[in-house]
């Protein structure tokens, strides 16, 4: 899953990115593990050779973006396209020199780069609408083009309200619109509220507000102070749990980030327990063994035979992976059945 990390000048997205990252990066892309009990329960009694947790691509712009004011330059609009999901850097932290805004006031800038958004994908339709004027097909229905149209239209109206595309009720044909042009407006958002480190532990009233604001529209947010977080992700990792607590946190804000992100994309986590790489995979819920099959590689999902399951409860009371099979708790199961959080796979399959 990638994630995109998006927000106005000086709001501390590098910041946030290189706490997020452990410290170092080496790009615009980094990799951020997965925090998850049940993998480690898995690797402790496996010990296989290799382990890779499950994890989420974070993207930063790394050479500053945000020009004339605005959050979005053409350049992040690109990446941002290819994201899963934003992740908007709020400044909730006192910085005099903000080339942008110099108060602070997280509201103002949750709504200003929503607005962004809408008009940048408005922009796109109103284009797409006036070349397909000139379609010989749109006229008639059922045809790509007429469908196009019938949700671009849909997409509009509401875009000119103000409403972003995520708070529609979205039929399949205007899903498959989507996916064809990327609307940003589309993609799901999380808000990290980026503090002073005095509120590290308790958001201001304003915060506070802008959060409550957020959930009414079904938007996830949290909190963090990113110049910490980034001092915290240098620190061993043993000493790191007593450092949070000191400022009354609990979790670093890579856990924060995850959390957020697993709840926004509806994500759950299943397992392959192998002795030579034992792998925990995100998955969106509700999604079937084939498609698990071709997260891990699309040659198993090609040659998908059955899929041995066995639920991460079984495994746990059985000891081992062994003890599980061998107590009648594995069961074998076709394409269509849907996974569930913590399931343990193993596909039988052609290749
Ligand atoms: N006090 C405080 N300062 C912060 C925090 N996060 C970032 N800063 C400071 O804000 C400035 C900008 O941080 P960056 O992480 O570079 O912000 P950015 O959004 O990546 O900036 P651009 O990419 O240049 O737009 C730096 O001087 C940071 O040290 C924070 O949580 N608290
Ligand atoms: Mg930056």
């Given at each position: 899953m990638?994630?995109?990390?998006?927000?106005?000048?000086?709001?501390?997205?590098?910041t946030?990115?290189?706490?997020?990252a452990?410290?170092?990066?080496?790009g615009?892309?980094?990799?951020v593990p997965?925090?998850?009990?049940?993998?480690?329960?898995?690797?402790?009694?496996?010990?296989?050779?290799?382990?890779?947790?499950?994890?989420?691509?974070?993207h930063?712009?790394?050479?500053?973006v945000a020009?004339g004011?605005?959050?979005?330059?053409?350049?992040?609009?690109?990446?941002?396209?290819k994201?899963?999901?934003?992740?908007?850097?709020?400044?909730a932290?006192?910085?005099?020199?903000?080339?942008?805004h110099?108060?602070?006031?997280?509201?103002?800038?949750?709504?200003?780069?929503e607005v962004e958004?809408v008009?940048?994908?408005?922009?796109?339709i109103?284009?797409?609408?006036?070349?397909l004027q000139?379609?010989?097909?749109v006229?008639?229905?059922?045809?790509?083009?007429?469908?196009?149209?019938?949700?671009l239209?849909?997409?509009?109206?509401?875009l000119?309200?103000?409403?972003?595309?995520?708070?529609?009720?979205?039929?399949?044909?205007?899903?498959?619109?989507?996916?064809?042009y990327?609307?940003?407006?589309?993609?799901?958002?999380?808000?990290c509220f980026?503090?002073?480190?005095?509120d590290?532990?308790s958001?201001?009233?304003a915060?506070?507000?802008?959060?409550?604001?957020?959930?009414?529209?079904?938007?996830?947010?949290?909190?963090a102070?990113?110049t910490?977080?980034?001092?915290?992700?240098?620190l061993?990792?043993?000493?790191?749990?007593?450092?949070?607590?000191?400022?009354?946190?609990?979790?670093?804000?890579?856990?924060?980030?995850?959390?957020?992100v697993?709840d926004?994309l509806?994500?759950i986590?299943f397992?392959?327990?192998?002795?030579?790489?034992?792998r925990?995979?995100?998955?969106?819920?509700?999604?079937?063994?084939?498609?698990a099959?071709?997260?891990?590689?699309?040659?198993i999902?090609?040659?998908?035979?059955?899929?041995?399951?066995?639920?991460y409860?079984?495994?746990?009371?059985?000891?081992?992976?062994d003890a599980?099979y061998?107590a009648?708790?594995?069961?074998?199961?076709g394409?269509e059945?849907?996974?569930?959080?913590?399931?343990?796979l193993?596909i039988?399959?052609?290749s």
């Open positions: 990638k994630v995109a990390m998006i927000g106005y000048a000086q709001c501390g997205r590098s946030l990115y290189r706490a997020a452990g410290g170092s990066v080496k615009d892309f980094t990799a997965v925090p998850d009990e049940r993998f480690d329960t898995i690797v402790q009694q496996v010990q296989p050779k290799k382990q890779t947790p499950a994890t989420l691509i974070l930063d712009d790394l050479d500053s020009t004011g605005k959050a979005f330059s053409q350049k992040l609009i690109d990446q941002a396209k994201a899963d999901l934003l992740l908007h850097v709020v400044r932290f006192e910085n005099p020199i903000s080339p942008y110099a108060e602070v006031d997280p509201q103002r800038d949750c709504s200003n780069l958004i008009l940048s994908d408005l922009q796109i109103e284009n797409r609408l006036e070349r000139k379609s010989t097909t006229k008639t229905p059922g045809s790509t083009d007429y469908l196009d149209k019938v949700s239209e849909k997409f509009k109206a509401a000119e309200e103000g409403r972003p595309i995520r708070s529609l009720d979205l039929t399949e044909d205007d899903q498959n619109t989507i996916k064809s990327q609307f940003l407006s589309a993609k799901p958002m999380v808000v980026n503090v002073n480190e005095s590290a532990g958001p201001t009233e915060v506070k507000k802008a959060m409550a604001g957020l959930a009414e529209i079904g938007t996830e947010s949290f909190v102070c990113a910490i977080e980034e001092e915290i992700a240098q061993d990792p043993a000493d790191q749990g007593e450092f949070l607590a000191s400022l009354g946190l609990t979790v670093p804000a890579s856990h924060l980030i995850v959390r957020a697993y926004a509806g994500l986590t397992f392959t327990a192998g002795e030579n790489d034992t925990a995979w995100p998955l969106r819920r509700g999604s079937s063994a084939l498609k099959a071709a997260t891990i590689h699309n040659d999902a090609k040659g998908f035979i059955r899929a041995e399951i066995v639920h409860a079984d495994y746990v009371a059985a000891g081992s992976l599980a061998s009648g708790k594995m069961s074998l199961e394409k059945y849907v996974i569930q959080d913590g399931d343990l193993h039988r399959n052609k």
